[in-house]
């Protein structure tokens, strides 16, 4: 039987795009991915980092706008939502969803940014 959705309950188009990234990243149904909250040093994910000077350069000033709101909002040890990275066999960090959020941490110097690390369900 088909049901109505509330508003609350319609994703946004960011959570569509992140759910189809997870997809394509990890080659997982989602309903085969838990994913646990942790915190890395920055150092872990630095090959990932843009400076917020290379969104400029590229012509992406809403990009800039993104990264430096971001970089404020750590600075004032505000609630940002974690970036999404996965594991890889080679131990390296592969990152999902959130470059602005990412390069934001690095321009406000934190040392750790909290991430949801996306894991197949055993």
């Given at each position: 039987m088909?049901?109505?959705?509330?508003p609350?309950?319609?994703?946004?188009?960011?959570?569509?795009?992140?759910?189809?990234?997870l997809?394509n990243h990890?080659?997982?149904p989602?309903s085969?991915?838990?994913?646990?909250?942790?915190?890395?040093p920055?150092s872990?994910?630095?090959y990932?980092?843009?400076?917020?000077?290379a969104?400029l350069?590229?012509g992406d000033?809403a990009?800039?706008?993104?990264?430096?709101?971001?970089?404020?909002a750590?600075?004032?040890?505000e609630q940002?939502?974690?970036?999404?990275?996965?594991?890889?066999?080679d131990?390296?960090?592969?990152?999902?969803?959130g470059y602005?959020r990412l390069a934001?941490?690095?321009?406000?110097?934190?040392?750790?940014?909290?991430?949801?690390?996306?894991?197949?369900?055993?």
């Amino acid at each position: 039987m088909d049901r109505f959705l509330s508003p609350e309950e319609v994703p946004t188009s960011h959570e569509l795009a992140v759910q189809q990234a997870l997809i394509n990243h990890t080659g997982l149904p989602l309903s085969s991915l838990r994913f646990r909250h942790v915190r890395l040093p920055l150092s872990e994910l630095e090959y990932h980092i843009s400076t917020p000077e290379a969104y400029l350069q590229d012509g992406d000033e809403a990009g800039y706008g993104l990264v430096m709101d971001f970089a404020d909002a750590y600075a004032r040890a505000e609630q940002v939502p974690p970036i999404i990275c996965k594991l890889e066999p080679d131990g390296l960090y592969e990152l999902i969803d959130g470059y602005h959020r990412l390069a934001g941490a690095a321009a406000a110097e934190c040392e750790q940014i909290e991430v949801l690390l996306a894991e197949k369900l055993e």
